[in-house]
């Protein structure tokens, strides 16, 4: 079964032309949101959508641009809607999302923790499970932030999601080579050097074999000035549809 992609933002933390890096996966009428930065409500709102239309979320880290939406979703969810979203995350964030992220913004009467507000699905790493017919997830832990935990996922065993994540050659080519993943969508900073993020100089370094697999995602707002410079790999574009899988 083919999966729809659909990215709500391809923007980095700082972005201002294309939104928080936060994406919708459509596979029959199951929605999972990837992630709900800061910017992911109004994404919703300018494509005409509604968290209602959302089944599920899935969560790789906790930073602003990947965490900043919850607090709107799940207050829409629960006074507007009547219910709880389903929160994929993995088992070591569960906590630290609630007590350094929303409780200081979420907790009143009737909500004293995230399950008053989340259906939580926490996952284990390295441990793949089916979210609905056709669409399976498997949590890999990457390194993004030193001592912070981050994860990045597999959709279908073929598609390759990098949730923030240092250059990891290794990695990469494992992915392909090894494990047979088709597409990788990984996170890229446009401008040395990368710290917690892959660069693009980084990331033409590859071989030819992987960088063909690449769709470029989380840049700058100056991406137009790199048109042309990304070899095999191409840029993903806000609020396009695309076909994988």
Known sequence: MSIELQMLGTGN???KNYHNNNALIHVGDYTLMVDCGI??????HQLGKTVNEIDAILITHIHGDHVGGLEELGFQM????????????AS???????EHTLSGGMTQEGIER??????????????PITLTEGLDIELIQT??????????FLVNETIFYSGDM???????????????VKTILHDCQLHPPGIVHATLDELLSL????????????????????????KEMTFLEQHQFYTLG
């Open 207 to 230: 071989p030819e074999q992987v960088r063909s697999t690449i769709l470029l995602m989380h840049y700058n707002d100056d991406k137009e000035d790199f048109i042309g410079k990304t």
């Open 13 to 15: 933390a700082f972005a």
């Open 166 to 180: 240092k250059f990891h050659p290794h990695l990469l080519e494992h992915l392909v080579y090894e494990r047979g």
């Open 78 to 89: 629960k006074f507007i809607y009547n219910r709880k979203p389903v929160l994929y995350i």
């Open 114 to 127: 995230i399950e008053d507000v989340f259906d939580v699905r926490p996952i284990v790493a390295e441990q």
């Open 92 to 98: 070591t964030l569960v906590r630290p999302l609630w």
């Open 39 to 44: 910017t992911a409500p109004l994404a919703l």
């Open 143 to 152: 390194p993004h932030i030193d001592g912070k935990n981050s994860y990045s």
